[in-house]
């Protein structure tokens, strides 16, 4: 049962693109729907759809941001693969009013079309690269589906998974921070809970807007902003929380130096941030995904901990 | 407030198709986080999202299905371009178990970033095609935004209602028709509500599984079912529910003549429909886009007493 004083969605940001000069052709949008398409105009391009849904029984006044990683969309805070509750439901349940994000060019933000305009062509992920990038097994390993042991990811349930995957430009890094932030302006004051990529995309976004954020989790960052991002972002506590198995791989290796470089900086600058490793704190096991992972809900109760007791 | 006895989301459907021979290359998803793309390997193409919202208290059995139209995706139904609430929460307050799909290509199903696959392009639209298309009023009034007189859609909004809008191709109607069916079959036993190019594919998807299907409202459908398609479709009852403004267009001329025989041919092959035109039940103004005209509520009110008097 869900109690809701209120749900729905809104799309925000963007910017006008003209086309002219171009030939018109005839298309059939159906049979027999034939209409002379005309491609010249003014397009709407980069604009960004949150989705929110607010416990009637609030019990955090901030607004809880949920923002996807590169290749997926809002859709992975949801559902885990093999079926379980999301961690949109998860925040929910524990009082949060959750703003869910399709950023530019994802799921229902959709993309430009119009060619020229972003620079590069989209690339789709196979379950190859995921297995490597997401530290569910080694790569030898792939083929007989053997993950690392402890592993808590629903490896049974890759296919689901990889239903959730969508094409993602390599391009659009400024467009995509401009999209959050327009989202932030929507939305007001916040905590942030931002993904692989979109930890990139979002800490960025979140040290442009220090008024509005209370609190920024970076699930396991691609990146961190450079030191005039990490400046201007001393105003809000950071968390860099970093699933299992980082020294597997050479990418996660650095990735997690990485976190504790930028959590040293903001620190350095007067700033609080802590890095947390969640095999640490009681959570083995942990995948790059672990919003999905065997253990989510209990790992999603130990930040709304985090979440209540620091922001 | 919203009580709901559950709600969230999957994706369904979809095929695999395998990459080989082609070369890697360097790519960086963030700074600093270059890997090498491999793009050869399995990709997932043509899952469809489905989010659906279970009332607390339901008062019809079958669930309802919201299918959008071409260049839109299912967050057309949450919101109308002015703010007010889509018809997803109009008929959940009636009390309705509803469905909302984002077809093939568009939203959170993702689209196929694999070159060769579909044919063709993604084709996006300019508001100057949807003043049109839509119905909101002559293209030559456009610049100046003067609409049909009596319009009710928030002319006001356009730029809003353009951030809805995403790219489309035209050469995936068979995969979209699997995907609804895919969809269709996860779901159960249901009434499905499509629009535009929706209430083509829909209306296939539904023909093809009469089992399921307990009614079918097309709601200016973009095309209809050949006639085998038809003769599958006689076992439920079907509404062509049809705007205002029709005669201004040879296309939506066209369009509801089309309608009146598609519903012919059905009561003729000993099956039930009925084509009712909004002005004739007390909606003047209704353009293509009426689930988010200025009389959007009375007209869900209608449509669930339709629904209800006649599934």
């Known amino acids: 049962m869900y109690e809701l004083e209120d749900f729905g969605s809104f799309h925000v940001g963007g910017?006008?693109?003209?086309?002219s000069g171009e030939p018109s052709r005839t298309v059939?949008?159906?049979?027999?729907?034939?209409i002379e398409y005309d491609p010249n105009g003014r397009f709407r391009i980069e604009q960004v759809y949150v989705q929110y849904f607010v416990p009637r029984q609030r019990r955090f006044e901030p607004a809880l941001v949920l923002l996807h990683g590169g290749g997926l969309t809002g859709a992975c805070w949801e559902t885990t693969p093999d079926g379980r509750a999301g961690w949109l439901h998860h925040f929910l349940a524990q009082g949060f009013a959750v703003h869910v994000i399709d950023n530019v060019e994802r799921g229902r933000s959709g993309f430009c079309a119009v060619e020229g305009v972003w620079d590069g062509v989209p690339l789709a992920r196979t379950l190859e690269e995921a297995w490597d990038l997401f530290r569910f097994g080694h790569p030898d390993d792939f083929e007989a589906r053997v993950?690392?042991?402890?592993?808590?990811f629903p490896i049974g349930h890759l296919e689901q998974f990889q239903r959730q995957f969508v094409p993602r430009w390599t391009s659009t890094s400024e467009a995509q921070v401009h999209g959050v932030s327009a989202a932030l302006e929507r939305i007001g004051p916040c905590v942030m809970v931002c993904h692989s990529q979109g930890g990139y995309l979002g800490s960025r976004a979140a040290a442009a807007h220090p008024g509005l954020v209370r609190g920024l989790v970076c699930a396991e960052a691609a990146a961190y902003p450079?030191?005039?991002?990490?400046?201007a972002g001393t105003g809000f506590p950071w968390l860099m929380l970093l699933g299992d198995y980082l020294d597997r791989t050479e990418r996660?290796?650095?990735?997690s130096e990485a976190a504790r470089g930028c959590a040293g900086e903001i620190v350095r600058?007067?700033?609080?941030?802590?890095?947390?490793e969640l095999p640490d704190v009681g959570f083995a096991g942990a995948s790059h995904m672990y919003?999905?992972?065997?253990h989510s809900a209990g790992i999603a109760a130990w930040l709304g901990d985090w979440i209540r007791s620091r922001c």
């Open 15 to 19: 910017r006008l693109i003209e086309v």
């Open 28 to 34: 059939a949008y159906a049979p027999g729907m034939e």
């Open 147 to 152: 993950p690392y042991p402890g592993q808590r």
């Open 226 to 231: 450079d030191a005039d991002g990490l400046a």
């Open 252 to 255: 996660w290796a650095r990735g």
């Open 269 to 276: 600058l007067g700033g609080r941030a802590e890095v947390v």
């Open 291 to 294: 919003m999905m992972d065997g």
